[in-house]
């Protein structure tokens, strides 16, 4: 039986790069993967959809040339080149993780994983079977797309996000379920393209975990833009009708008629079928529960990524694919500083047009902690370069706390607001506080100015608003 100080079992985000981390501490390192590296993320999820965002926003560029004073031919969508375009994307990123597992000598096994006991996994592929013992597990399994009740994902008329990024026709009337990050994008993904969206949510907002006044906003350029938005209300029912597919509202007696329904309420964690439970492994509900260290009540199991609870994001399962390959090092002797992840200094972004960002805190959210908030905002119609660039619709919102002005929050709507919202991780992760955004010189002109602007505005020093 081959000997691994660690096997991780999952290639994806979180997986390949705890992989990789532990590797580069000098630990013999397996990494077990039942289709491609790169999991979701990079082959049917954060890659491929931002190329399929890429062409629609191109493409809606290309048809606001006029304002620019350019004279365009008419521009025509082809629909089956867009979606190969971003199958060889990601086709590429997913040979560019083969490269680096390959690279720090990281031995790969093709093949579905079952936990035997706490050290030993046996896998299965087309070749037959092996067994490996490892020291050390980490179980990085992701999660899969979650039905609605009651109704099976068809492929053609009820999909999921797998299957709205492969279509071979662009549908005419498409609904979609679900008005979080993965709804919206695809919301205005197919009506950038001229699809007819309906999309609908149960909570009171689009975006439900966003601030408010984003989601405000974006549901009205989505409106001005033509697509019909429903928010609180209720699906009692879906019927597949072979070429079209029913959706009965509670709150009105005629069903919506779509040629094709997205189902994008949330995911289901990939943890039955892998032996789990049989080595003793602790659930609650779907996840794997752990500890800051990533431990799960089997010590020599570790756990990370969409299979754990938390917020299921890319960047937040490659970190703590790092910290759980640091906290293994230091079971295994090693002396290394660990400081558990601060979940409440995650970025999250939609990729959608105007692009949304947040981080930390929503004003009402803050609030309701108890915290004495005060809010410093920047709108982009004030930025120079974001009129010039045609994208001036839009706001930088930061919540700092009084009088000291520590941020415990930002919220951006508008351009490269996923780009921005990095500057204010980095300096709630160091602690600055709003004065010292206020007083860091921004290149004119940028956008990120707006981020100091917005900063200023907290001690009523903006200059530009």
Known sequence: MERFHVAVIGAGPGGYVAAIRAAQLGLRTAVIEREKPGGICLNWGCIPTKALLSSAHLYAKIKAAGEFGIKNASAEVDFPAIITRSRKVAEGMAGGVDYLIKKNKIVYISGDATLQNRHVISIQSGEGSQDIHADR????TGARARPFPGVDFNGTTIIDYRKAMSLETMPERLG????????VEFADFYAALGSKVTLLEALPQILPNEDPEVSRLLQRNFEKRGLTVAVAVKVTSITDRGQKVMVQLES???????DCLLIATGIAANTEGIGLKEAGVKLVRDRIEVNDHYQTSVSSIYAIGDCIPGPALAHVASHEGILAAEAIKNSLGGKLDYTPLDYSKIPACTYCHPEVASIGYTEEKARAEGMTVKVGRFPFSASGRARAQGESEGFIKLVATEPYGQIVGAHIIGPSATELINEISLGMHWELLAENLGRTIHAHPTLAE???????ALGGEAINI
């Open 137 to 140: 597990i980490i179980v990085a």
């Open 176 to 183: 979609i379920i679900g008005a979080g990050a993965i709804g």
């Open 252 to 258: 009105q007696a005629d069903a919506l008629e779509f």
């Open 450 to 456: 707006g981020i100091m602007e917005a900063a200023a």
